[in-house]
């Protein structure tokens, strides 16, 4: 068998109806033997009270002579009568002539106790046994026991006879179980398969409650993807959008240079113009990137790290950063501290400095002249570690504080592209948090500035 043949599902119309149909010939064979039981006990109750009322009519008046019992027998019955003395010696029996002491017989002594006794023994004859009723006597010749034993069939002799009988019926039980466990099968079956046939509605037509966690798993997987296919829509789109415009700034500078039509004096301009441009696309292309490469990560292992986590100095981490940000902050006019306490985060060393660059750098250009911004870390009382920037710029628009991390949301689009914003870099940030399972926290006012809080988890 091929791997592909082992691992194929099976039919559970066929597994349904073999299931039932091993049900169905357990059932009959249970009933089958009960039936048999029963019945062997019935016949039993009947034989006994068929041979107790022969004793009875037989010794009705009989004076404990032997010799005059067989006169009292009844003739042509394939019946043994026994009489046997109180000390067990046979008296007589119809059958066999030589007999030894029955005092050892338990349908005798039960006889002699109780006034009444049977048993039953192995029988010569294959499938038969012989049934024994004894009853006790009190004659004037004292006390004796009268035997009557008859051959009668035993369990398997029943279903022996019955057997052919037998067959016929379970053939037929089987075969009307085998139609209906078919017709239950279909039955059961088709709303599976109609639930298959509409998966935009399966959680609404699930027939079976077993199945509502499937249901809801295929329903949310449906929503994500479809989630997934419009954003990677959205995206490509922004994207392109998002190119289009240099290139077609840059085009345009460059026609103007190969035409001749720039004046001399404007060509450095022109110049720097397309550098700007080049510039910002670069920047785009590299924020695409990194968030590609993030998405693909967490795709490829949904439920493990997809980058290499090791211990991280947040402390180190936020003094190069501010480090690293001077320049800028210089030349908005903006004054940039930081107040770095020890923190350690499990984490990518390079990903949690593009986390706080990012933040660093919005804090820088959404800010006026004068302005301020802090980077702050620590360990809270709670054991977390937490990194904090925060700056007294213009502030995020209440309506907006929901979006910002969604991505190319600009709040306000040619402020983020004069400052050489691509509207990825918050969402770089979630995406990185997230990968850290840690939470963001964004307070913001128009006016009065932003803090924004990334809180990890304990190491
Ligand atoms: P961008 O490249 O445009 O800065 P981001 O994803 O980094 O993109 O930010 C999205 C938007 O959120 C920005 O365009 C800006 O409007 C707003 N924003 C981000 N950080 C701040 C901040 N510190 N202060 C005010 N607005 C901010």
Redesign the pocket.
Known sequence: MTDAGKNAPQSMRRRYRSAMMWVNALCVALTFLLCTVLYRQICARRVDSYLQSIGCAVTAGFDGDAAALPARLPQNQPLRFTLIAQDGTVLYDNVSQQLPNHADRPEFKDALQNGTGTATRTSATLGRESRYFALRLDTPNGVQVLRVGQDVANIWGISLNSLPLIGLALLLILAGAAIISRALTLRLVRPITRMAENLDTIEANVPYEELIPLARTVQSDRKLREGNETMRREFTANVSHELKTPLTSISGYAELIESGMAKPEDIPMFGARIHKEALRMIALVS?ILQLSELDSNQAAHPNEQPVEMQPVDLAALVKETAQAMTVNARRAYITLQYDAKPATVRGSRDLLGELAT??C???I???QPGGHVELRCGTGADGCPYLI?E?N????PQD?QGR??????????S???A???????????KHIALLHDARIDLQ?QVGT??T?RVTFPKM
């Open positions: 924020d990012n933040l750098d919005n804090a250009r959404y800010n920037v700056d710029g213009i502030g995020i907006s910002v991390f969604e991505r190319f949301y600009r709040v306000d689009k402020r983020s592209k400052t050489g914003g691509t509207g990825l870099g918050l969402a770089i940030v913001s500035g932003t924004i």
